[in-house]
């Protein structure tokens, strides 16, 4: 098993670790999720149908509305949220959303595309807190 | 963060549990994006529907609710997005009595901390419009973008926590659009068609967005003659922020911070990207559906202005929407009641239609909706709402305000 160290910006939320689930595709908890099943639905997400539940989430940015920011939170209160968002580069209303949700979220990586660094299935450790994921395969 | 000797006070708890809550958050935001301190902001605006807030948004909002009068009212003029109900009609939309509940003990604890229950993403034009330069701190997407762009304001996108923490603080972290260095134009596109219709104004949102793909991206465009009116711009902006995150535009000529394509970037060395008239129909290809029954026609996202109410009361005129399409105009309380009062709703009424106000159609549990009313193939001319509702299980089409109303009356796609 090899251990991969990834540096990123200082993030939000609790040191968690969890499964991962990558895509290149984009997020927006209101354009691309049924939260009452905990799967992406919308049809031509690289995700759709996917659970996301208690994973470690590696998407490339964040897009769409305001809303997310409540429904990270809400997700959260049901125990139906990813463990962890990673991002290549998040918009304000994900970082807001996981501050408050008290989810582990992290972006800008020193080490390239994070899509790319980190393969589904993978073992994902987040540190927001020193901006250290490591990932074991 | 730096932190004045107020905000020290108010992170501290010594101005109320709400406003230590509210610092709380505001740091931790202003942290992630390396904000050295905070800026005072002039108004705050929050989404506020229940959808999105779930239960455990409604108890947070209660929670601060609780506190006495003096914690919780909020230091700034504060105004809400569209909510998910309208109170009059919500059965008839077989929306459900506990949706509403949810939603009356929202509007009690908002209106407990102060907040003006506005209801409107269309604020910019019905409110209080900002003026160039005032710093805010501003919820849905499309009402930051029309106020960055249109009227030379400064807000981030604020989801509801952080604007409600603006609220109650009177101040939001500094990055961003707040900062001048970060509102150049990083994207530049040459549009080589002209927009005929808001559904076309919208598509050039859509693309350009689409192509931008990043909030700390700025597109400036290039190559429109035409005068857009304030609704043209208002789905440009909705669709570019719903497709690609974006929160400002410059449209060289038309917006104040670009009088000149040489006012927010270097031509020489940001090249122009072709936005084609093939791009235009391309775009509309993606949203099918010509000759199939249509469920519901939503004239939404964002809200109507009483223009575009009226332009859809002058299409209705004389015909009958067919009975197996529901037609939806949601628009604004301030809206609804002008459009009441000019005669404009019962044109509408008597066609057939449903005029909604106070809510938004995809922030009003959509996917509810649709398995409630049997709803699959849904009509719009909002470039915004057909990149949205496929979420919530709808096959969204797209087509201009006029081909929609055919649409309505015919009960298939034209």
Redesign the interface.
Known sequence: MALIELKC????GPKVSGTALVTDD?FSA?????RIKGIF?????KLAGESYVDRILVVN???????????L??M???GMAPRAILFN?V???L???A??ANMAMCDRFADGDVTRLIMSGDEVEVDPANGIVRVTR | MRLSSEETAMLNGEMGEPRRWAMQ?MV??G???DAEDCVKVSQAHM?A?T???????VE?IEGLARHGEADRRVRIPMIT?PRGIDFKHYRTLKQTDAMAELERRAVTAFEALGILMTDTCINYQTIMPPVRGEHLAY???GVVIYCNSVLGAHS???????ALAAGLTGRTPR??LHLAGNRRATRRYRVEFQPQSLSDWGAVGGIVGKRT????DVPVIEGITAQPTSDDLKHMGAAM?????VPLFHLVGITPEAPTLEAVCDPKTLAAEPVTGRDLADFFGNYGGKGEKVDVVVFSAPQLSIVEMRQLADLLDGHKVHKGTTLLAVTSPVVAADATRFGITRRIEEAGGLVLQGMCF??SYA?EMAIANGWKRLLTNSVKLV??I????YQPSLASMQDCVRSAIAGEIV
Do not use: C
């Open positions: 910006h200082l993030g939000v984009n209101r354009y691309d999720l049924d639905s919308r049809p031509q997400h940015t964040a897009k769409g509305g305001v809303a997310s920011a409540w429904m939170h809400e959260a209160s049901r580069t918009n304000p209303i970082a807001q959303g501050a408050l | 958050h931790q935001v942290r992630f994006f989404m529907d959808e999105s807030l779930g239960e455990a948004g947070l997005d919820g849905d997407t981030n996108f604020e989801g509801g926590p952080s990055y961003g793909g990043s909030y700390w922020a719903s497709f690609g995150s995809y922030q996917r990149n949205i496929g979420g919530y299980g």
